[in-house]
């Protein structure tokens, strides 16, 4: 079985921009979520998705969102970048199809976004 | 808040020697317990998950959990270099949020 993949797995944009991330998870699974790594802030949640519904938020501004598609694969969007955001962008797949199961995460290679 | 707390570390072992790594956390209904591996500039690897009280073991590594003191560790037996990582706790909590620790830096020593 192909693991999750990522795209890109890196990119430079300025301050202002607004990029797009790309992950296609697991085959069959249909949770996928998205996390921000930085050195000092750790593994951070930001938002959960099954069957093109968000389920889970986590604390990021609206500058943050993200969709998902009908065959699972999800997108994550930043607008109005700011240096702060400069950050790895991993996106987790699961196989878990209940809010009320067990959530064994697997993760793609991810993408590290730098803003300058 | 709910909480997962790791020493950041790093912990230093000797190669050969047993790593010990410990987790705590603060829902008590918590449902389930993974251990993942990072290694520098890499995604997270999951190497173990353990949901009952007791020991689970996979090769050199064994997962001890006992929720009556709100604790999962990981030991790591026989360390080898290749073992120098950050390790990751991350809990399902009674809402089954998967909720992460900081990680613990972890450096074999040959």
């Known amino acids: 079985k192909a693991g999750v993949t990522q795209t890109p797995r890196y990119l430079i944009k300025t301050r202002g921009q607004q990029v797009t991330l790309s992950c296609s998870p697991i085959s069959g699974h249909r949770s996928v979520s998205w996390y921000q790594q930085t050195p000092g802030q750790g593994l951070q949640f930001l938002f959960e998705y099954f069957s093109e519904t968000q389920r889970n938020k986590g604390n990021f501004p609206g500058r943050f969102s993200g969709r998902q598609f009908s065959n699972s694969r999800s997108e994550m969007n930043v607008s109005t970048l700011e240096l702060g955001d400069s950050a790895l962008y991993l996106c987790?797949?699961?196989?878990?199809?209940?809010?009320?199961?067990?959530?064994?995460?697997?993760f793609g290679p991810g993408t590290r976004l730098t803003v300058l | 808040q709910k909480e997962v707390e790791q020493n950041s570390g790093p912990l230093s072992v000797p190669e050969g020697a047993i790593a010990s790594l410990n987790c705590t956390y603060s829902?008590?209904?918590?449902?389930?317990f993974f251990w993942y591996r990072q290694y520098s500039g890499k995604s997270p690897e999951l190497i173990m998950f353990i949901y009952s009280n007791g020991d689970k073991e996979d090769g050199r590594f064994t997962a001890q959990l006992n929720k009556a003191s709100q604790y999962v560790s990981l030991l790591i037996r026989d360390s080898q270099p290749s073992d120098s990582a950050t390790y990751l706790c991350a809990v399902n909590d009674s809402n089954y949020q998967l909720i992460w620790g900081a990680g613990t830096k972890l450096i074999i020593k040959p």
């Open positions: 829902d008590r209904g918590s449902q389930s």
């Open positions: 987790a797949s699961s196989s878990r199809t209940s809010t009320l199961s067990y959530n064994e995460q697997f």
